[in-house]
């Protein structure tokens, strides 16, 4: 069971008096971390972070919409126009801007009294703001139009509120005596289908209606449902209904096309009030996935009294409360570390959202989770962080995949409004379900049911393995890799990331391997270690690679191969940073064996078996050379995910103070606090994620038990568990803000000498204290023969 004794433990005023009075093991100093939370950072230039209002993992998101050309998650800082206030969306999208259902617009009046002097089409009525009005904080934003109206938004967990401040009558910025207010049914990337609705009662003003959309980055449609209120001190004047740029009082209900020409087709409902004292209209704005009438439920139940304040501080305390277990010492450290630190952790419980209850696809008692965007990226970090600082709604999630598989047939690669998500490359709900087994999640999981999803990925070759599962199963098991030019006629999907999905299918099924072990089915775990050795048969000994022309002197790189077992090739530094190829490298039919990523960086995706990989690479030397020469020569960027594990593989060549040297090199010349700060798109909160981790001093192997040690980027940081109530610890000695002493020179853990470079989850769930001694230059701590994280070949 979990404990939730230490819930708020730590948080504001409690934590003195529980220092004062028990012996726990000293904690850095009490503060408010949410002053370090800037949910701008990563909202200009392809960040695509979402910047608004949200609870933990909520499914209401309240931000304003830019007409930004990005992927974005709302809001775009960077000078693009508003197009209106939505409800729900994603946080750090890659591959559409998802989500922005049914955007509120306001205006103060419509020219000539008339309501056709309003602009309705989103695309003429976007408007500026005023640039340095944007406030935005957990559970809160804000800023001003340029028409003066101040908009301002908070948020419950399905329930968005808005509040529309108009200038005072006489400001000279219009006619202020009839403020409108427009619900529009589209969304941020035009998708919406046919047969929108909106209804609004002309008595109390209620909207309610839905609309058929399309998920950004995966297959099939959803439905969104919503009901919105009104409140303001003026009396209701009129409401009804628009279609494309014209509007008319008294028809209030409307059923609209997508229309096939500048589709979909503007249209939606409007209400007007007479002008009011204090000139605030507030807008309640329920969601649903099922129906209106439950999103009236919703938002009735979650904000009855439409109480800005009441409802800002419940979201203010809930993310206080998730931020509570991690404190870090800001000794000496400048401020911007902190934002970095705090912000990136903020950034990790945006997404996955919540979507319990409002699941129409299947019935169950299981929690829902959805958009899982995606699972090749937030397994290598996002997700294993979670298992130490939120593992009670990890296990929610987990329950969720293991439901998902329930009812779907198989686990999900990338989820998003209850669709299925594409594939990248392998099944990575494997190594997430696994990483969460590995680290003792277990409450009220069926592992056994979760043992049998990730088997499915291993077995089960899905019709359609571009949304689920694994493509190429019956090659996969006869010749144990995936061709290049596959002959697969049992399922369907881009036949190419041949090497890719060699190497992935290969660490997919050594965690599965792992679960095996664990749940004493041995034959399957014999069958799966053997089977995560695949990527050795793509490994070629002779391949050599010439970066700009010459040789870059490294020999032996993963090729792809064909069905008759000779040799492809794909030039190493195709799809790397520096390829000036031109050459598609996503999920393109002509695209390349390595997706998003080259074989030179693609080589290293070897997690479990780093002593093999480090043996036939010429030993840790040349392998240390190698790893440096792929951060050194542009070929990798830190900004897409695949990039991460390789800053810290040094470890496994027990040079633990190159991971370090590197942890530094990138943050935070490469992660900033401005809204610009982000490398690549958050990918939920995966770049959030490397960040948080990475200065906490932990990198995990995601998949394994296994926590690769770095000097932390503060003098400590405790985690309390959530589960045990216990507290971890390191403690950096001769710590040195300004990271030119970053180099561990020795370790203990609780009192004793520690040369591991490399410590297990039982850290955080027992507590203890890790402490490292810090010097100038590179020790011997960490490096030698034992020292190492396992491989499955030692
Ligand atoms: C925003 O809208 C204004 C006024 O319509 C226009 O002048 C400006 O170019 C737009 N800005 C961007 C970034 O599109
Ligand atoms: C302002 O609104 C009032 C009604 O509320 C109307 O009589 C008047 O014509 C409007 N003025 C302008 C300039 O639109
Ligand atoms: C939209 O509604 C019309 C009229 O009821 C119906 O004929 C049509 O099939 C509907 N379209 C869709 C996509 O459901
Ligand atoms: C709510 O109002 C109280 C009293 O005015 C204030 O102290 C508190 O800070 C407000 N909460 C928020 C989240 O604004
Ligand atoms: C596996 O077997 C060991 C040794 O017999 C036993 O202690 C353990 O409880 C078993 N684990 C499971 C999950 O059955
Ligand atoms: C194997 O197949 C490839 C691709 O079809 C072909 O180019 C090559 O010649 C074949 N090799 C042999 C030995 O048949
Ligand atoms: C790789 O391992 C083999 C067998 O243990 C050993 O003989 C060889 O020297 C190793 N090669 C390197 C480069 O470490
Ligand atoms: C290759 O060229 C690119 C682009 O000019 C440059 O950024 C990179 O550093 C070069 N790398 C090597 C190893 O020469
Ligand atoms: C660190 O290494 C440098 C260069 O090898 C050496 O000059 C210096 O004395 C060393 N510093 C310490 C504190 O050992």
Known sequence: MLSRLSFGLLSAIPLARCIAHAPLPSLPEDYD??????????????????????????????????????????????GSNITGFSSMHDSGTGGQPSLGNFPLFPYASCRGDDVNGCTYPKKERKTTYAHNSVKAQPGYFGLTMTSGIKVDMTSAHHTSLFRFQF??????????????ILLDLTDLADTRQD????????????????????????SGSYVA?????????????????????????????????????????????????????????????????????????NAEAEIPKFDFNAT??????????????????????????????????YRTMINPQDYTGENPLWTSTEPYFDSFYCLWDSFRSQLPFLTILDPESLTRMIRSLIDTQRHLGWLPDCRMSLCKGYTQDGSNADIVLADAFAKGISDNIDWEAGYRAVQRDAEDEPYDWSVEGRGGLDSWKRLHYIPVEDFDYKGFGTMTRSVSRTLEYSYNDFTIAQMARSLNKTDDAEKYESTSRSWQNLFREDQVSYVNGSDSGFKGFVQPRYLNKTWGYQDPVICSNID??????????????????????????VPHDMATLINLTGGPTQFTHRLDYLHDSGLTYIGNEPAFLTV??????????????????????????????LPGNDDSGAMGSFVAMTMMGLFPNPGQNVYLILAP??????????????????????????????????????????????????????????????????????????????????
């Open 312 to 345: 800002h501080s419940a979201a203010v305390d809930a993310w206080r409360k998730k931020l509570a277990p991690i404190r870090v010492s800001r000794k000496g450290v400048d401020r911007s570390f902190l934002v970095n630190f705090y912000s990136g952790i």
């Open 33 to 78: 971390v949410l002053q370090y939370v800037d949910p701008l950072i990563g909202s200009a230039n392809g960040g695509n972070v979402f910047a608004g209002s949200s609870m933990p993992y909520g499914m209401a998101k309240a931000v304003a919409d830019t007409d930004s050309q990005s992927n974005q998650g709302g809001f775009t800082y960077d």
């Open 195 to 218: 047969n929108a609705t909106i209804s609004v009662d002309p008595e109390s003003g209620r909207m309610t209606g839905h609309a058929r959309f399309l998920p950004s980055f995966g």
């Open 713 to 794: 980027f503060f003098e400590s940081v405790s985690v309390t568990s959530p589960v045990t109530g216990k507290t971890a610890t390191i403690r950096a000695v001769n710590f040195d803000p300004t990271y030119r002493d970053v180099f561990i020179q020795s370790a203990t853990l609780d009192g004793r000498k520690y040369t591991r470079n490399w410590i297990g989850h039982e850290f955080f769930t027992n507590g203890g204290e890790l402490v490292v001694v810090l010097g100038r230059n590179e020790s011997s701590w960490g490096t030698g023969r034992g020292d190492v994280p396992p491989s499955l070949s030692t």
């Open 225 to 297: 449902y919503f009901c919105a209120d009104f409140r303001g001190a003026g009396e209701i004047r009129d409401t009804g209904v628009f279609v494309n740029s014209r509007a008319s009082a008294g028809v209030n209900d409307l059923t609209i096309s997508r229309s096939i020409n500048g589709y979909p087709l503007p249209g939606g409902a409007f209400i007007r009030f007479h002008s009011s004292p204090d000139n605030t209209i507030q807008a309640r704005m329920g969601l649903s996935f099922i129906s209106s009438e439950r999103a009236c439920r």
């Open 580 to 605: 000036t190829s031109g050459r598609a490298c996503s999920l393109q039919n002509n695209a390349a064996e390595t997706f998003e990523s080259s074989i030179w960086e693609y080589q290293f995706f």
């Open 167 to 180: 200038p005072a009558a006489g400001a000279g910025v219009g006619n202020q005596s009839a403020p409108l």
């Open 648 to 677: 810290f593989q040094y470890h496994y060549a027990g040079r633990p103070a190159k991971s370090t040297s590197r942890a530094h090199f990138y943050i935070p010349k490469y992660f900033n606090t401005s809204p610009a700060g």
